[in-house]
């Protein structure tokens, strides 16, 4: 009994042993880190004081420190910042859906500035600018090596005046200047429309008010065509809209969906994670579904579309959308400004991360870029004439009842509209003729 407890005795005090052994190593490098890290500070500390003595021109020690702050997080990645009071406070009445400026979402690219997308109705749409589209100079001045907030404060200004910025083009040999009237912005962020038997909503943004007006949108759309039951689908537009609050993106799939999950975010350790699931109910009641996206859908936007997309519950059409795939967290700090920190990556709930990859349509449809100057194509008048019921002395169709007639003539009225809107909106055009064929076939 004794040789067994001396062994065990003396086990435990060879572990010991080990255990200081291993420990004292890692100890020394944790220790030696923390110095480096002093030493680091300290470094800051020297060239701040030595930029305020010996700097050409005196400078304010706020705005260094500031700049310094601002390039910390900034060497993180793009949509990582500082904001100063005045960016805070414009950030938050953005969020609520009325700003000043040019309506344009944008972000960073090989130190240019990128059009995410320009916003609905706004100088920047009215001008032309499109998704995608680069950034190089504002009022003559290069942008190229300013932070993303410096390079928006310069297209920032008051309204009714006057902004050139300097656009570069794929498809497009030179780059070209165009001339923008700054404006009050105010993002409507839902349009809803009926196209025949299909409910149409466009939101442009996720900000307070989106969920709403999906909501109420939807509700005035059955009631314009007599009933949810005369609509045999709705179309989710979702192109060009750049994202915004999570809690929205959240409250608009969940609109149509009945349960399951609808994103989760995973952060530095797993117990910074979350999972965000459905609840009951769906507005439209499971009726046929169709998303679009393009390269100009973001953030939220993509967690719709990919929650959507992953529970079979929509045929997701358009071309890949952008690929922000990360969470931001907006954290107040003392002087009245807020950092923007990126905090975790979003997952949809196959579990598949967007960051970098975007949501791949189920469907890929391009929209064909309208020519401005090109002459618009009209149908020959030769063409137009030739059918039965246009010869003389045809017969008449003594077979066909007046509601018949009536019947078919709706129908060819529908066709020819459907004519139109493809040459207005290829792909939306495409995904109605989706809905509808989903709405044929449900009924067989």
């Not at 769906?282 to 998303?291: A, I, N, S």
């Not at 246009?390 to 509601?403: A, C, F, I, P, V």
């Amino acid at each position: 009994m004794k040789k067994h407890v001396l062994a065990a005795l003396g086990g435990t005090v060879a572990g010991a042993v080990i255990a200081m052994q291993l420990a004292g190593p890692l100890l020394a490098q944790d220790a030696a880190k923390k110095a480096s890290v002093y030493q680091q500070l300290d470094l800051f500390g020297d060239i701040f004081e030595r930029i305020r003595a010996q700097y050409v021109e005196e400078v304010e020690p706020e705005k260094l420190i500031e700049a310094a702050i601002n390039g910390m997080l900034t060497s993180l990645d793009p949509h990582s910042s500082y904001l100063p009071k005045k960016a805070y406070e414009d950030m938050s009445v953005q969020t609520r859906g009325e700003f000043g400026g040019l309506g344009i979402e944008v972000t960073q690219e090989e130190g240019f500035v990128k059009v995410v997308t320009p916003i609905d109705d706004t100088p920047a749409d009215k001008a032309g600018i499109l998704a995608g589209d680069f950034i190089t100079h504002v009022d003559g001045e290069s942008v190229l090596g300013l932070t993303m907030d410096q390079a928006v404060d310069k297209m920032r200004g008051p309204v009714g005046s006057e902004v050139v910025i300097t656009v570069v083009r794929e498809g497009t040999a030179e780059p070209f200047d165009v001339s923008i009237i700054r404006d009050t912005v105010k993002v409507k962020v839902a349009r809803t429309r009926l196209e025949g038997d299909v409910a149409v909503v466009r939101l442009t943004t996720f900000n307070d008010q989106t969920y709403k007006g999906l909501e109420d949108g939807l509700k005035q759309l059955f009631k314009d065509a007599g009933g949810a039951d005369k609509v045999n689908g709705v179309v989710l537009d979702l192109r060009n809209n750049p994202g915004g609050l999570l809690p929205q993106a959240i409250k608009v799939a969940d609109a149509f969906l009945e349960q399951g999950e609808i994103v989760s975010t995973r952060g530095r350790t797993a117990a910074e994670g979350e999972r965000m699931n459905a609840t009951p109910g769906d507005l439209t009641e499971g009726k046929p579904l169709v998303v679009l996206i393009n390269e100009g859908s973001a953030s939220a936007s993509e967690i719709v579309a990919g929650a959507l997309q992953d529970h079979d519950r929509a045929v997701v059409v358009g071309m890949k959308s952008f690929g922000k795939g990360t969470v931001q967290s907006v954290m107040p700090l003392r002087g009245d400004g807020a950092m923007r920190l990126t905090t975790a990556r979003y997952y949809t709930p196959s579990g598949r991360s967007i960051q970098g990859m975007g949501v791949h349509p189920d469907v890929v449809v391009a929209q064909p870029r309208k020519d401005p100057n090109a002459a618009p194509v009209e149908e020959p008048k030769s063409r137009l004439s030739r059918s039965e019921a246009q010869l003389r002395g045809t017969l008449s169709n003594d077979s066909m009842t007046e509601d018949e007639r009536k019947m078919i003539e709706a129908e060819a009225a529908k066709a020819e509209a459907a004519a139109k809107l493809r040459q207005d909106d290829y792909q939306l055009a495409y995904a109605i003729d989706i809905l509808r064929g989903m709405a044929a076939v449900k009924k067989d």
